[in-house]
Nanobody, 115 residues
């Protein structure tokens, strides 16, 4: 079992920044990948960013150039730096850890972008 706990969400004005963190209960060094997903009200959950065990990084087109995913293996933590936030970035953000082909999800942290 792997527990993932997200933090760092909140209310921010358009154009602002937030940094989300995901703390894992076990070493992420052995993970296949760590990722972030989000779900806006009334919409399906969607992919945001992923970093593999070899540190290959993928982003959704909607966040490229604004969001940065990073992993800190020594702290068993993955972060998502979000800049130039837009109202359409509003939603619940979930951390996902992939270990031996199995997905583990955190409980999510809410991000609201509004003036």
């Amino acid at each position: 079992q792997v527990q993932l706990v997200e933090s760092g969400g909140g209310l921010v004005q358009p154009g602002g920044s937030l940094r989300l963190s995901c703390a894992a209960s076990r070493s992420i060094f052995t993970s296949d990948a760590m990722a972030w997903y989000r779900q806006a009200p009334g919409k399906e959950r969607e992919f945001v960013a992923r970093i593999t065990g070899l540190s290959t990084i993928y982003y959704a087109d909607s966040v490229k150039g604004r969001f940065t995913i990073a992993r800190f293996d020594a702290q068993n933590t993955v972060t998502l730096q979000m800049n130039s936030l837009k109202p359409e970035d509003t939603g619940a953000y979930y951390c996902v850890g992939v270990f031996s082909g199995r997905n583990y999800w955190g409980q999510g942290t809410q991000v609201t972008v509004s003036s």
